[in-house]
């Protein structure tokens, strides 16, 4: 089936600095993927959605600037954490698909910051 | 605002028997598709059964199934058989047929017992 990647699978970071996402679709163009934050033993919740070629869409109470996206290709979307700090520590999840009812997730990625 | 509630936090059940995870939801919309996803310890979502809010048969995939009721907006997945390999987080998820963002409920804890 079609598969979706995300790298790094897992990153520490000093506090203050900044930390890039990426979230890859191996075997299909994706106009768009999502972004998810899911903390421990808890739901997924939806952070933004990254549309290729223009600004993504983010959820309310998300920052936009402390949470840059970027999604310049068909089958790359980026997240960015900026000036991260310890309560950015969580897992992040992205999703994409050939259409809104074939969606996949990737195998997320666990950020701790220190 | 759509919305998925899931009431039972941790459930369990003995190998070999089966078991009924409930969730409801709240929509406006009359188009639209549900999920069941399993996490597993590694935290990858897999998707479990998938269900077409205009299709009136339940689905169903091997062991599992679903009682989808769409006027009282249920839609609960009935594990058999159940064996360890089942024992995860279960997801169950809204998703509005034009767009491909999906709404988690909190989730329910699933272990099965030897």
């Known amino acids: 089936g079609a598969v979706v990647s995300q790298h790094p699978s897992r990153v520490i970071c000093k506090s203050g600095t900044s930390v890039k996402i990426e979230c890859r679709s191996l075997?299909?163009?994706?106009?768009?993927m999502f972004w998810y934050r899911q903390f421990p033993k808890q739901s997924l919740m939806l952070m933004a959605t990254s549309n290729e070629g223009s600004k993504a869409t983010y959820e309310q109470g998300v920052e936009k600037d402390k949470f840059l996206i970027n999604h310049a290709s068909l089958t790359l979307s980026t997240l960015t954490v900026t000036s991260a700090h310890p309560e950015d520590s969580s897992f992040y999840i992205c999703?994409?698909?050939?259409?809104?009812?074939?969606?996949?997730f990737g195998p997320g990625t666990r950020l701790t910051v220190t | 605002a759509q919305t998925v509630t899931q009431s039972q936090p941790e459930m369990s059940v003995q190998e070999a028997e089966t078991v009924t995870l409930s969730c409801t939801y709240d929509t406006s919309e009359n188009n639209y598709y549900l999920f069941w996803y399993k996490q597993p310890p590694s935290r990858q979502m897999i998707l479990v059964i998938r269900q077409e809010a205009y299709k009136q048969q339940n689905a169903t995939e091997n062991r599992f199934s679903v009682n989808f009721q769409k006027a009282a907006k249920s839609f609960s997945l009935k594990i058999s058989d159940s064996q360890l390999g089942d024992t995860a987080m279960y997801f169950c998820?809204?998703?509005?047929?034009?767009?491909?963002?999906?709404?988690f409920g909190d989730g329910t804890t699933l272990t099965v017992k030897p």
């Open positions: 998820a809204y998703r509005y047929t034009n767009a491909g963002k999906s709404t």
């Open positions: 999703s994409a698909g050939p259409d809104y009812y074939e969606q996949y």
């Open positions: 075997d299909f163009q994706a106009t768009t």
